[in-house]
C-alpha cells in the first residue's frame, strides 16, 4: 500500500501562494492522491484529488510529478482561514474482499501568518 | 443542503460504562464510514458501510466495539464497555458512493472522555 510523507508543519504569509509538498514513492498506476484538511475541532474538510494530470478547483491546484511519486498542494493566496492541518492521502486499489486502504498519517501542519 | 450530522459532540463516561454515537450521512449518500481520530493523529477507519451492509470492518475492535446501519440510513456506534484509551474523537462521514474519485464528506465528530 502506497504511504505519504509529508512535512509537519509549516509557514506561509498572508496572501502568498501555500505549497505544501507530498512524498508518494510506491503509488502504483491506478491509485488516486487526495487532499483534505482539518481546521481546528472540525471534521476533515474535501480539497481535491487527482490522479495523473494536474488539477485546479476554487480551492486549490494539484500538481503531480510525472512519475508520480510526489505531489503538491497549491493554496494560491493563502488566508488566516487557511490555518489547518493538511492530509495527503493516496486511496489504495480495492482487494478481493472488498477493502482498500485510505490512510490519513499526521498531515501538515499550515500556519498562516498576518 | 445539511452536511452529515452527529451527536452527541461532548461526551464524558466514567470507565466501563456503555457509550453510543449517532450519525446521520447526507441524504441520497449510500457510503458511511465511522473513524477515530486520537490526538495529533489523522483519522483511521473503524468501519464503511455500502447501504446496510459492512463491507469492511477489518479495523474494528469487535471485542467491545459494534456498530449498526438499520435501512441505510442512519447509523449507531457503541463501545461496551468503555476503557481510558478510548478517549478520541470519533468522526462519521459519508459519500455518494465509495468509488475512487468520489469526496468523502464529514461530520463535526463526537469527542468522547472516559475518566
Known amino acids: 500500500d502506497a504511504k505519504t510523507t509529508q512535512p509537519p508543519s509549516m509557514d506561509c504569509a498572508e496572501g502568498r501562494a501555500a505549497n505544501l509538498p507530498c512524498n508518494h514513492s510506491?503509488?502504483?498506476?491506478?491509485?488516486?492522491v487526495y487532499w483534505y484538511r482539518q481546521i481546528h475541532s472540525q471534521g476533515p474538510q474535501y480539497i481535491i484529488h487527482g490522479l495523473k494530470n494536474n488539477e485546479t478547483n476554487e480551492m486549490a491546484s494539484l500538481i503531480i510529478t510525472e512519475d508520480r511519486k510526489s505531489s503538491t498542494l497549491i493554496l494560491p493566496h493563502a488566508t488566516l482561514r487557511d490555518t489547518a492541518v493538511y492530509y495527503c492521502i493516496v486511496r489504495s486499489t480495492v482487494t478481493t474482499s472488498g477493502t482498500y486502504k485510505y490512510i490519513f498519517g499526521t498531515g501538515t501542519r499550515l500556519k498562516v501568518l498576518a | 443542503e445539511a452536511g452529515v450530522v452527529q451527536s452527541p459532540r461532548y461526551k464524558i463516561i466514567e470507565k466501563k460504562q456503555p457509550v453510543a454515537f449517532w450519525c446521520n450521512p447526507i441524504s441520497g449518500h449510500n457510503t458511511l464510514y465511522w473513524y477515530l481520530q486520537n490526538l495529533g493523529q489523522g483519522p483511521e477507519l473503524l468501519i464503511r458501510?455500502?447501504?446496510?451492509?459492512?463491507?469492511?470492518d477489518s479495523q474494528l475492535p469487535k471485542d467491545r466495539f459494534s456498530a449498526e446501519r438499520l435501512k441505510g440510513v442512519d447509523s449507531t456506534l457503541k463501545i461496551q464497555p468503555a476503557e481510558l484509551g478510548d478517549s478520541a474523537v470519533y468522526l462519521c462521514?459519508?459519500?455518494?458512493?465509495?468509488?475512487?474519485?468520489?469526496?468523502?464528506?464529514f461530520g463535526p465528530g463526537t469527542r468522547l472522555t472516559v475518566l
Open positions: 458501510y455500502e447501504n446496510e451492509e459492512a463491507v469492511d
Open positions: 462521514a459519508s459519500s455518494y458512493r465509495d468509488i475512487p474519485y468520489n469526496e468523502q464528506f
Open positions: 510506491t503509488i502504483s498506476g491506478n491509485e488516486y
